[in-house]
């Protein structure tokens, strides 16, 4: 049973930083893609930005481009995500996600509970 646990919310002003992180387990993840997503109030769920674990290629959203960073860290099975130059756009449940297809912003099959970025501005 794959378990992902996020953490690194919070409430941060304008052009600040915040670093999210997301604990897998119940399986290795070498042979995955992982990935964030965010769902602000009253939109839908949307693509962030995706690893592929086995050699650390990445891709972003053009929304943050530039300003996000997705990194792993094998020795831990975890993937972050180091937010920069925040705006109060950014302001969302942020999700992580595993399972993804190289490439696609569609999900896989396996989401966190979600933590809370509110960005003021």
């Known amino acids: 049973q794959v378990q992902l646990v996020e953490s690194g919310g919070g409430l941060v002003q304008a052009g600040g930083s915040l670093r999210l992180s997301c604990a897998g387990s119940?399986?290795?993840?070498?042979?995955?893609?992982m990935g964030w997503f965010r769902q602000a109030p009253e939109k839908e769920r949307e693509f962030v930005a995706a690893?592929?674990?086995?050699?650390?290629?990445?891709y972003y959203a053009n929304s943050v481009k530039g300003r996000f960073t997705i990194s792993r860290d094998n020795a831990k099975n975890t993937v972050y995500l180091q937010m920069n130059s925040l705006k109060p756009e950014d302001t969302a449940v942020y999700y992580c996600?595993?399972?993804?297809?190289?490439?696609?912003?569609?999900?896989?099959?396996?989401w966190g509970q979600g933590t809370q970025v509110t960005v003021s501005s």
């Open positions: 996600n595993a399972g993804l297809t190289y490439g696609s912003t569609w999900p896989g099959i396996y």
């Open positions: 119940g399986r290795t993840f070498s042979s995955y893609v």
């Open positions: 690893i592929r674990w086995s050699d650390s290629s990445t």
